[in-house]
Nanobody
Framework: QVQLVESGGGLVQPGGSLRLSCAAS????????MSWYRQAPGKERELVAS????????NYADSVKGRFTISRDNAKNTVYLQMNNLKSEDTAVYYC?????????WGQGTQVTVSS
C-alpha cells in the first residue's frame, strides 16, 4: 500500500523557519521524482520544489528560491522541505508528491500558517 505522510507543519511568525518531512512507503522511493506543492485558500495548487531520484537535481519556484531547500534521504524514504524566512504569502497546505512516468502519488497535506 502506497503512503506519503507529511509532517512538520504549523504556525510560525514571519521570518521564521519550518522543516517539512514526507515519509514514503509502498514503492521504490529512489526511482521517483519527489516534489512539494502548496495550495492556498482560493488558489490553485502550485509546484514549490522538486528533486530527482538518483541525481538529486533540484528545481524551485521563483517565489521560494533562496529561502526553501528540498532534500531527500533515499535510505529513509523521506523527502524534506526546509523553509526559511517565511512570509505570510507562504501560508498554504503543503503536499508531497511522488512521480515516475505516468504514475503519481499524493500525500494528505500539512498546514503551514505564517502569521504574527
Amino acid at each position: 500500500q502506497v503512503q506519503l505522510v507529511e509532517s512538520g507543519g504549523g504556525l510560525v511568525q514571519p521570518g521564521g523557519s519550518l522543516r517539512l518531512s514526507c515519509a514514503a512507503s509502498g514503492f521504490t522511493f529512489s526511482n521517483y521524482v519527489m516534489s512539494w506543492y502548496r495550495q492556498a485558500p482560493g488558489k490553485e495548487r502550485e509546484l514549490v520544489a522538486s528533486i530527482t531520484g538518483p541525481g538529486g537535481n533540484t528545481n524551485y519556484a521563483d517565489s521560494v528560491k533562496g529561502r526553501f531547500t528540498i532534500s531527500r534521504d533515499n535510505a529513509k524514504n523521506t523527502v524534506y522541505l526546509q523553509m526559511n524566512n517565511l512570509k505570510s504569502e507562504d501560508t498554504a497546505v503543503y503536499y508531497c508528491k511522488a512521480l515516475r512516468g505516468f504514475i503519481n502519488y499524493w500525500g494528505q497535506g500539512t498546514q503551514v500558517t505564517v502569521s504574527s
